[in-house]
């Protein structure tokens, strides 16, 4: 089956700085690739995802890149504040979608912004 | 519009026993999935379910089971529990389990 590895497990940067989480896959049939966030006590929230056509996408300070060859994915987080301190977790599944071939989840990366 | 609901919150039961979790999905999402969150092992897949059918499974002994409603609501039932089951169960919906997936703020279960 599908394995995720996720790296690194704990990041800590400056508040103002950039972050990068990454994710390596081994199915080559995986053709989807969300993100989620996870606060202390709170449900996963689905931040980005990405599709095995396109290789990045951004929407504001979040980008996802993809690189089909290698099977690895990466989270990019620019100026990072406070609120985005979190456990990211990376995923991948065959079914463009999360829901019917189920989500394959990385260990997770808890980010810890330092003010 | 309501987003995924899971009852109980919480669970405390003990060892040998059954218990039962409910899941009502984003109203129109017809597929329904089931994951455990451990410290250890992170989150796990169990199952999936779209229109009363359960399409794909985890690797999970079949102590875990679920069924899905006309309604699309969902029940995940685990049967003689062990210290081991304990664990936050969340499920996720989303229209036909193609494209995003909303997560419920999970049940907890203790099993003593």
């Known amino acids: 089956g599908e394995n995720v590895e996720q790296h690194p497990s704990t990041l800590s940067v400056q508040e103002g700085d950039s972050a990068v989480i990454k994710c390596t896959y081994s199915?080559?049939?995986?053709?989807?690739f969300p993100w989620y966030k996870q606060e202390l006590g709170k449900r996963p929230q689905l931040i980005i995802d990405?599709?095995?056509?396109?290789g990045e996408k951004k929407d504001q300070r979040i980008a996802v890149t993809l690189n089909k060859t290698a099977k690895h994915f990466s989270l990019h987080i620019t100026e990072t504040q406070p609120e985005d301190s979190a456990v990211y977790f990376c995923?991948?599944?065959?079914?463009?979608?999360?829901?019917?071939?189920?989500?394959?989840f990385g260990k997770g990366t808890h980010l810890i912004i330092q003010p | 519009k309501a987003g995924v609901t899971q009852t109980p919150r919480y669970l405390i039961k003990t060892r040998g026993q059954q218990v039962t979790l409910s899941c009502s999905p984003i109203?129109?999402?017809?597929?329904v999935s089931w994951y455990q969150q451990t410290p250890g092992q992170g989150l796990q897949f169990l199952f999936e379910?779209?229109?009363?059918?359960?399409?794909n499974k985890g690797n999970f002994p079949g102590r875990f089971s679920g069924r899905q409603f006309s309604n699309s609501r969902s029940e995940m039932n685990v049967s003689t529990l062990e210290l081991g089951d304990s664990a936050l169960y969340l499920c996720?919906?989303?229209?036909?389990?193609?494209?995003?997936?909303?997560f419920g703020a999970g049940t907890r279960l203790s099993v003593l």
């Open positions: 996720a919906s989303s229209y036909e389990g193609r494209g995003e997936m909303y």
């Open positions: 199915d080559s049939a995986s053709n989807y």
């Open positions: 990405i599709r095995s056509n396109v």
């Open positions: 995923a991948a599944s065959k079914g463009s979608g999360g829901g019917a071939d189920g989500l394959t």
């Open positions: 109203s129109g999402h017809r597929s």
């Open positions: 379910y779209f229109s009363e059918t359960q399409r």
